[in-house]
C-alpha cells in the first residue's frame, strides 16, 4: 500500500471518504424527495438548504474518494451498484413523515457534527478542509433537527404519538454509527478520524438531554442493524439509485 | 352604499397620485376593486411560483451529474423564496397566506397555465429555464413599475434570481444541442414542445383582453400582452440560433419595416382547455399542492400548540 498524507494509505483515505461522502449524498437525495411536499414553504426552503449543504459536502468528498484511480465525483456516484455503496443504513432509510424525517436528521447531524469537528485538527489536511466547511452546516442541521424535535415531542398529543414511532423506527439504526471499518480504525490510529467510540457518549448524550426536554426517550431496546459501511444494504437503497442512476447511465459518453 | 362625495374625491385623489407616478403603499387609502385587482394578480402570481416547482422539480433526484443537481434543486428554492415574498406582499393587503392557498387548491383561483404540461425529460428542465424563466423575467420586468409598492419591490428581487434561472436554462441545453445526437435530439423536441405554451403565458391578445384598460389606468399592467409578448420573441430569437435549436414556427421572419420578429398564429383553443382545467397536468398539480397542505397540518399544528405552551411557560415565569 502507498503511503499517503500522514501515513495515511490511499485505500484507507478513499474508503473513508467514500463512507462519508455516500452518507451525505444519499441523505440528500431523500431530503430532496420532500421538494413540494413540505409541511410549509419555510420548511420547504429549509430542506432544500439541507439537501444542498449535504450534496457539496458529498461532491468534495467523493472528488478526494475518487483521486486515488483518477473517477471523478460522477463516475463513482452514477457508476456503483448498490454494494458498492459504503453509507450508513439508517440514511437511506425511507422519509416516512415529517417525524421520521427530522428524527434521522437528528441521529445524523448529531454524528456528523461531531465527527467534523473532531477532523478540523485532524492529520489529513483535505479531510480537516472538508470537516472545516461542514462542520458549520451540520451545526445548522442539528439546530433545525432539534427545534422540531421538541416542537414535535411537546406540540400535540398526535405529533408526540409520531415522534415516539420515528424514534421506535430508527433506533435499530443507531449501532452502525459507531462501528469502525478496518479502514476507519487505521485510519483514527493516524488521527485522521476520531476514534468511534469516543464519539459515542457525546452523541448519546446530546439526543438523550433533547428527547428528555422533548418529553420523549431513548427506546428502551438495543440497536442491531450494521452493514452499510461494507455494503450490506437495505432494499431502499437499491430504488434510490435506480432512481438516480438512470438518465446518466443511459447515456453512457455524454456530458451534461 | 352609493358612492358619497368623499368616495368620488378619494378616487379622483388616488388616480392623480397614480398619474404622477406615485407608489400605492399598504396604508393608503385605495378603491374596492384596486385592492381585489391587486390581491388576485398577487396571489395569482405567488401560486405560480409554488406550483411551478413541481414540473423541475420532477428531475431533482434524477438529475444526470451532481452539478446539474445542484443548480437544480438551488432554482427550485429559489421559487420558493419567490412564493413567499409574494404572499407576504399580498399579506399587506389584507388576505393571509393560508386563505390563499385554500383558493387555490379548491380553485378558486388560478396560476400560470404553463406548468400544467409535463417535464417529459431532462431537456424540459433546460427549456423551462430558457422559456419560461425567460418569458417570466419579460413580464415581471414591467412588474417592476407596477403602482402598487410591495409588489413591485418583490419583482425587483426576484427579476435579479430569474435571470439566473434563464441562464442556467440556456447554458443546459447549449451542453445538450453540442452533445450528442440523442442529446441534442432531447433539447430540439423540448424546445418544439414548450414554445408555443411559452408565447402564451403572457395571456390572451390585447384585443380580447377585458381587464387591460383598467389595469393599465391604474399602472398596475404597464404594457400590454401583445407587446409583451413581441419583446419576447424579439429576445429569444437570436438566442435559439445560438443554441443551434429549431423554433417551431414555420412563419418566423425578420420583419425589416417593422423592425420585429413575425411570428404565427397561437392556438388560443389550447389556451382556453389548459386554464380551463383541461391540460395534462392541472389535476395532478392541484393534488400534489392540495396533500402538501394536508399532510403538513399536524406539523403546523404541533409548533403552534408548542408555541402557545412556550409563550404561556415565558409569561409565567
Ligand atoms: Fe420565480
Ligand atoms: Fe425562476
Redesign the interface.
Given at each position: 500500500m502507498t503511503a499517503g498524507v500522514a501515513g495515511l494509505s490511499v485505500v484507507d483515505l478513499r474508503e473513508v471518504a467514500l463512507g462519508f461522502g455516500d452518507d451525505c449524498l444519499v441523505l440528500s437525495h431523500r431530503l430532496a424527495e420532500w421538494t413540494t411536499h413540505a409541511p410549509e414553504l419555510e420548511e420547504e426552503m429549509a430542506l432544500a438548504n439541507l439537501a444542498l449543504d449535504l450534496l457539496g459536502q458529498a461532491r468534495s468528498l467523493l472528488t478526494l474518494a475518487g483521486e486515488a484511480d483518477g473517477r471523478d465525483e460522477d463516475q463513482l456516484a452514477y457508476w456503483r451498484d448498490d454494494r458498492d455503496f459504503r453509507n450508513l443504513l439508517l440514511v437511506e432509510q425511507p422519509n416516512g413523515d415529517f417525524a421520521v424525517t427530522m428524527t434521522r436528521q437528528l441521529l445524523f447531524s448529531t454524528f456528523q457534527e461531531l465527527l467534523y469537528r473532531w477532523m478540523v485538527t485532524g492529520t489529513e489536511p483535505r479531510l480537516a478542509a472538508i470537516a472545516a466547511k461542514g462542520v458549520m452546516e451540520a451545526r445548522y442541521h442539528v439546530e433545525h433537527a432539534r427545534l422540531w424535535v421538541q416542537r414535535l415531542g411537546g406540540g400535540t398529543e398526535e405529533s408526540h404519538r409520531r415522534m415516539c414511532r420515528a424514534l421506535d423506527l430508527l433506533w435499530p439504526y443507531t449501532e452502525e454509527l459507531f462501528e469502525p471499518t478496518e479502514s476507519w480504525s487505521r485510519a483514527a490510529d493516524q488521527g485522521a478520524v476520531p476514534p468511534l467510540s469516543s464519539i459515542e457518549e457525546p452523541w448519546r448524550h446530546s439526543i438523550e438531554s433533547l428527547l428528555v426536554d422533548s418529553g420523549l426517550e431513548i427506546p428502551g431496546f438495543p440497536a442491531w442493524q450494521s452493514g452499510g459501511r461494507l455494503g450490506r444494504h437495505s432494499e431502499h437503497l437499491g430504488h434510490l439509485l435506480a432512481e438516480m442512476q438512470h438518465l446518466h447511465r443511459s447515456h453512457p459518453n455524454a456530458s451534461w | 352604499m352609493p358612492p358619497t362625495n368623499s368616495d368620488e374625491s378619494r378616487n379622483l385623489a388616488f388616480q392623480q397620485a397614480i398619474d404622477a407616478d406615485r407608489t400605492v403603499e399598504p396604508r393608503d387609502w385605495m378603491p374596492e376593486r384596486y385592492r381585489s385587482t391587486m390581491i388576485r394578480q398577487i396571489a395569482q402570481h405567488a401560486h405560480s411560483e409554488?406550483i411551478g416547482?413541481?414540473p423541475e422539480?420532477n428531475w431533482?433526484?434524477?438529475?444526470?451529474?451532481?452539478?446539474?443537481?445542484?443548480i437544480l434543486?438551488?432554482k427550485?428554492?429559489d421559487e420558493?423564496?419567490h412564493?413567499?415574498y409574494l404572499?407576504a406582499a399580498a399579506e399587506t393587503l389584507g388576505v393571509g397566506?393560508g386563505e390563499l392557498t385554500e383558493l387555490l387548491i379548491t380553485g378558486r383561483q388560478k396560476y400560470s397555465s404553463i406548468f400544467n404540461y409535463p417535464t417529459q425529460t431532462?431537456a424540459d428542465v433546460g427549456a423551462i429555464g430558457w422559456l419560461v424563466d425567460g418569458a417570466a423575467i419579460t413580464n415581471q420586468l414591467a412588474l417592476t413599475k407596477t403602482s402598487y409598492g410591495p409588489y413591485a419591490r418583490a419583482m425587483v428581487r426576484i427579476c435579479r434570481e430569474e435571470s439566473f434561472h434563464q441562464r442556467q436554462g440556456f447554458e443546459?441545453l447549449s451542453?445538450?444541442s453540442r452533445?450528442?445526437v440523442?442529446?441534442h435530439e432531447m433539447a430540439q423536441d423540448a424546445v418544439n414542445r414548450w414554445w408555443w405554451p411559452a408565447l402564451m403565458m403572457f395571456g390572451p391578445p390585447d384585443t380580447e383582453s377585458p381587464n387591460t384598460a383598467q389595469s393599465m389606468a391604474w399602472k398596475i399592467k404597464r404594457v400590454s400582452n401583445d407587446e409583451l409578448r413581441q419583446r419576447f420573441v424579439d429576445m429569444t430569437v437570436p438566442q435559439a440560433q445560438a443554441l443551434a435549436l429549431d423554433l417551431p414556427d414555420p412563419q418566423l421572419r425578420w420583419n425589416e419595416a417593422r423592425g420585429h420578429y413575425d411570428f404565427g398564429p397561437i392556438d388560443w383553443e389550447e389556451f382556453r382547455q389548459v386554464v380551463g382545467g383541461h391540460g395534462a397536468c392541472n389535476a395532478q398539480r392541484i393534488a400534489?399542492?392540495r396533500?402538501?397542505d394536508e399532510?403538513?397540518?399536524?406539523?403546523?399544528?404541533?409548533?403552534?400548540?408548542?408555541e402557545v405552551?412556550q409563550n404561556s411557560r415565558t409569561s409565567a415565569a
Open positions: - | 409554488i416547482m413541481q422539480g431533482i433526484t434524477r438529475a444526470p451529474s451532481l452539478r446539474r443537481k445542484a434543486l438551488a427550485v428554492q420558493a423564496g412564493g413567499l404572499y397566506r431532462w443546459l451542453e445538450l452533445g450528442t440523442a442529446q400534489v399542492r396533500a402538501a399532510d403538513g397540518a399536524w406539523v403546523r399544528e404541533a409548533a403552534r400548540a408548542w405552551r
